[in-house]
């Protein structure tokens, strides 16, 4: 029995975590979850999986909710960044789900590692902000993190059984989002409902927007620097649109071994609670004949430059992807909030890597001094848009 804290319950990957551990009651025990502001899904999670303990955004939301509950074996109820590590860092649990939206799910998926909990990572933007102090500390612990995202799940099992030394290059897939076939003149008046419907996933809002940009694709290349100890220069971006490709290793042979399946994210979070296994999903199977073709090309930088910065941030390094990590969240909620327009996103990421001066990133405090002043910077720089 694998006990869990699930950071970001209410959310896609979380939700779709919980049906994971619904399909396997006998393998995984939920001790700990967390939500943002959905209080309502998350009582229903509560009065479901019967949790310890959860947390939420403030404290504010946490009293709410503390008065709507009932019964017996109530769960604590914690509040912000301290008490989502509060859960994580719980003497019970063995492994933590860390699928809270954006850099505030950091300090907790850090945390928990710092308490030695296995963490089954969703949240990309621990890795792009922190990468190198999150291995190290990961390493100084012995414990594992292993990739919910489907792209990098891909890449672990394209991985085994192969000497990493033969290892010649990655292949990430993309789908595009909804806006690859557009020119960048008709991307001029996309709007935040049309960025919101991708054509092959169900996502949280914020990364469905990053879908749409590419910027996703981007996190994903700094994310796999770190997570697979890869140069950048061995990491190469596809387009993909029917999205059954999930990704692919070369080896110098020449070989290429890929991993595809429906576009399902039950697929890899349940390889990632049960790894190296495989374990029944109640999904079908992928029908290669109904399929029909499958397609690659190569993104365009021009029309997609939020690719083209993250890959830019990855070369110069430092507190470069900090900052623009930082920048893009800014940008996204300015989007979605209709105060910029789409091709706005990256003008505004630019400005404020354009500013910056790049530090070593040497400490977590260092990783969100960087953070913070990328944000303070953005929200200077969307002034102009007003």
């Not at 100890?229 to 080896?251: A, K, N, R, T």
């Not at 996103?345 to 630019?350: A, D, G, L, R, Y």
Request: some cysteine.
């Amino acid at each position: 029995m694998k006990n869990l804290a699930i950071l970001g319950s209410t959310g896609s990957i979380g939700v779709n975590v919980l049906n994971v551990v619904s399909a396997h009651p006998e393998k995984y025990r939920v001790l700990a979850l967390s939500a943002g502001r959905n209080t309502e899904l998350l009582k229903e999670q509560i009065e479901i999986f019967k949790p310890k303990a959860v947390a939420l955004l403030n404290e504010s939301l946490a009293t709410d909710l503390g008065k709507t509950l009932v019964g017996k074996d109530l769960p604590e109820i914690f509040f912000g960044t301290e008490g989502f590590s509060r859960l994580a860092t719980m003497r019970e649990v063995d492994t933590v789900v860390s699928a809270i939206t954006g850099a505030a799910g950091l300090m907790p998926t850090y945390d928990g590692i710092r308490a030695g909990k296995e963490i089954a990572l969703a949240n990309k933007e621990t890795m792009v902000m922190a990468g190198p102090l999150v291995l190290d500390e990961a390493k100084k612990q012995g414990v594992s993190i292993l990739p919910i995202d489907s792209e990098h799940s891909a890449i672990q099992q394209s991985l085994q059984g192969h000497s990493k030394e033969d290892l010649k290059r990655i292949i990430l897939t993309a789908s595009g989002g909804p806006f690859r076939n557009m020119t960048r003149k008709e991307m001029e008046g996309v709007t935040a409902a049309q960025a919101l419907k991708h054509p092959n996933w169900e996502m949280g809002p914020k990364i469905t927007i990053d879908s749409a940009t590419m910027m996703n694709k981007g996190l994903e290349v700094i994310e796999a620097k770190w997570l697979f100890d890869v140069g950048i220069d061995q990491i190469d971006v596809l387009i993909h649109p029917q999205s059954i490709v999930h990704s692919m290793v070369e080896y110098r042979d020449g070989s290429i071994i890929s991993q595809m399946g429906i576009p399902d994210m039950m697929t890899p979070i349940a390889y990632a609670l049960a790894y190296p296994r495989h374990i029944k999903t109640g999904l079908p199977s992928l029908d290669l004949v109904k399929a029909g073709p499958l397609s690659f090309e190569r993104p365009d930088l021009e029309r997609f430059k939020c690719l083209a910065l993250a890959l830019r941030a990855a070369a110069v390094g430092g507190s470069m992807p900090t900052v623009l990590n930082g920048a893009n969240e800014i940008a996204v909620d300015a989007f979605l909030n209709e105060k910029i327009g789409f091709l706005d996103i990256p003008e505004v990421i630019e400005k404020t890597m354009d500013a910056h001066e790049v530090q070593p990133i040497d400490r977590i405090a260092s990783v969100m001094d960087a953070d913070g002043w990328a944000r303070k910077k953005t929200i200077e720089n969307l002034l102009t848009y007003a």
